[in-house]
């Protein structure tokens, strides 16, 4: 009997150690995927300003291009959108493109924009397509949304 009685503790507490590691993993689980889920998306909007150009949504110039909705991002992604850019002042220029009011501010840090224009003189009239890239850190962390202003200024060449 006492034999048995050892046997049966012996299985109790194996168990009781069985649902206690089982107990830890799910609850270790639950909170990595909680943390994966809150920083899976991050929702994006950015406005745009010209300064010397007209910026268009197309290469016939007839839809402004006023913000980009870069919608929901993961992080270690990225973005592409095609804008058109028109020189609509009365001399060759060049482009430069700036970001600021990042809301948060440390937004920039986890948050790249990049284009594809590469310096090239653009004559008065001349429409040129960019590509605008908005690329997102794998580290990012903390931030489930943002905003920021984008700032492209034409200069004579």
Known sequence: MVHEMEKYDAI????????IIYVIALS???SVISFMQTNETISTVGSVKAVGVGIYWDSACTNAV???????????SSKNETIYIRNEGNTTVTLTMTTSNWNPSNASDYIALNWNYNGQPIEVGVVIQATLTLSVSSSIDGITSFSF??????SES
């Open 12 to 19: 109790v507490a194996k168990a009781t150690f069985a649902l």
């Open 66 to 76: 006023s913000s980009i909705n870069w919608g929901m991002l993961n992080p270690g």
């Open 149 to 154: 202003d984008i700032t492209i200024t034409a």
């Open 28 to 30: 270790t689980i639950g």
